[in-house]
């Protein structure tokens, strides 16, 4: 028989009072959990944990109090204590920032079953036990310090092969397996200790390191080299030699049978069969060859019969004593104003007659231009490579056209390399009349090899007379302001020669020169006549 069939043979009065029965019996149940919800309103519910703690039944104070002694209290009194072996390290909670928010805590309790209308948090008032855990913080980068600085004084480091070599001996010590805390699972263990507000001794979890294995093809590329070759460079304008290194090589089937031997082994020495093959140049042989050899010589004469020339000779020797002594290393480039610097009254230079502007006029630190055009025809027959080179203006006396270097500060300068595979010395001296430039250095033309240069005219133009009316001077006078010259096109060329034999001639560049007017002062002065009166 089914429910169905049995309660259509319960009589219906019976049904009723039975189902009015259950009513009052469910009302009464929750009349009695409302009653008692309604006595322990400012209590938290039954069946709330705090990290395993009963807080059921207690007030916000209460559990606040028991918080405080349990957790709180116990932040500077906690210890962990860190053992490996018979080596230990004390940890205070404290000391790596334990703390633990009690008034979130409290709050997060209090709040179980209070959510919903009443009627619910009656039905909850009544429900299952609920686990939370007091949020808890630490300072972890300070704790990984600590565990770190443990493992550095209880542990031994693993140790990996290495490759030695000790003058003319290459070997390899074999290394050594070690130890490391195995720190995720002791942070673990520590983060549950802090959780649950408990100091204890910990034994420290160790797990075994060993080294790598040698790695034959890496090793091999180590030892083998070639032989390099002794250099020299310059450093702050001193020559300091690159020392030579031997060659050096190794059979690799050696390394290969060493392998496993060494792979097996601990703290051990192999000596490898290494030969060598000696450089072509030793660094004795760079001392040697360091500038022993005057390269090429090349001199200039100046005037001093006026003020004006005495002038001039004082910008010369002060850009030459910038220039004396200059280094050159490999590759280096020479910059004329970079050495020399600007030209002014404050370091020494004179008024002395300058080209400006189509004209001769004077400026300060005139006669620079005879110091770079007297380096310049010095490095020419060198093969330097001329980075930078202008013509003047107008032609100039010390040296044949095409043969000019100009230079005006932070305008136009004079720039070499040193192409060669040594450094140069530029040795400027100024004596009597003569500006000299020599330039030491290796010798590295072959014998019966020379460089010379020579120019030709394309074109040439006259100049024109200008005439300066004085009325101070007498009528008749005449004085040469300054001389003409007159304009060219100057092409320059290099010449090769092999014992005297032209092999190569090319041309390097095209000069142009303006015609530069002569001026003459005449005086208009009337004077008066010499004749007596008539009587």
């Known amino acids: ?56 039944n207690l007030t916000k104070a209460e559990l606040l ?16 204590t860190l053992k490996h072996r018979e080596l230990e390290m004390k940890i205070n909670f404290s000391d790596i920032g334990v703390n633990y928010n009690i008034s979130r805590a409290i709050d997060q309790a209090y709040a179980i079953g209070r959510s919903g209308n009443l009627f619910l948090q009656v039905l909850n008032f009544g429900s299952p ?11 972890r980068e300070k704790l990984d310090e600590t565990i770190s600085s443990f493992e550095d004084k209880i542990l031994k480091k693993v140790k990996q092969a290495e490759l030695v ?17 195995d720190k995720t699972k002791l942070t673990e263990e520590i983060a549950n200790l802090i959780h649950s507000g408990k100091g204890k001794v910990i034994e420290v979890p160790t797990v075994e390191v060993l080294p790598d294995k040698i790695d034959v093809d890496d090793l091999y590329k180590k030892i083998s080299r070639p032989a390099s070759n002794a250099a020299a460079k310059v450093e702050k304008n001193k020559i300091v030699i690159v020392p030579h290194t031997p060659g050096r090589t190794i059979d690799k089937t050696v390394l290969t049978a060493l392998k496993e031997k060494i792979d097996q082994s601990e703290d051990q020495e192999f000596i490898l069969a290494v030969s060598y093959t000696p ?67 404050e370091t020494g230079y004179k008024s002395a007659p300058t080209y400006v502007n189509g004209k001769v006029v004077p400026g300060i630190g005139g006669g620079i231009c005879q110091v770079s055009t007297t380096l310049y025809n010095t490095i020419l027959p060198l093969n330097f ?11 100039v006396n010390y040296v044949p056209l095409g043969m000019d270097a100009a230079v005006a500060y932070g305008e136009v300068d004079l720039k070499f390399k040193n192409t060669t595979k040594w450094p140069v010395k ?7 009349n003569t500006v000299s430039f020599s330039i030491q250095g290796t010798q590295e033309t072959p014998a019966g090899r020379t460089i010379e240069y020579t120019s030709k005219v394309i074109s040439s133009s006259g100049y024109r007379t200008k005439y300066i009316y004085d009325p101070t001077l007498k009528e008749g006078t005449t004085l040469l302001s300054h001389k003409g010259s007159k304009g060219y096109v100057v092409s320059t ?6 014992d005297g034999k032209i092999i190569n001639q090319t041309k390097i560049y095209t000069s142009y020169y303006k015609p530069l007017n002569e001026e003459v002062i005449k005086g208009t002065k009337k004077v008066p006549s010499s004749k007596p009166a008539k009587t």
Do not use: C, W
């Open 165 to 181: 070599f000790k003058d003319e001996t290459v070997l390899i010590r074999s290394g050594h397996k070690g130890e490391k805390i």
């Open 129 to 139: 036990t609920v686990h939370l855990d007091i949020p808890t913080d630490y300072d």
């Open 426 to 432: 530029i040795i400027g001296s100024v004596k009597g």
């Open 493 to 498: 060329y290099k010449v090769e020669k092999q």
């Open 1 to 56: 028989m089914n429910i169905k069939q049995a309660m259509d043979k319960f009589p219906k009065s019976k049904l009723f009072i039975f189902f009015l029965i259950t009513m009052i019996l469910i009302a009464i149940a929750l009349l009695s959990q409302l009653l008692i919800f309604s006595l322990n309103k400012d209590k938290i519910v039954k069946g709330v944990y705090l990290n395993d703690l009963n807080v059921g």
């Open 65 to 80: 109090n028991i918080l405080k002694e349990n957790f709180q209290s116990r932040v500077k009194d906690n210890v962990l």
């Open 385 to 395: 490579q001329i980075i930078e080179r202008t013509n003047h203006m107008f032609t």
């Open 279 to 345: 450089p072509q140049l030793t660094s004795a042989d760079v001392s040697k060859k360091l500038l022993k050899d005057t390269l090429k010589t090349f001199s200039t004469s100046f005037s001093t019969s006026t003020s004006t020339g005495r002038n001039r000779a004082e910008n010369i020797k002060i850009a030459v004593s910038k220039i004396n002594g200059k280094i050159l290393a490999p590759g280096e480039v020479f910059s004329f104003n970079k050495i020399v610097g600007e030209r002014d009254s």
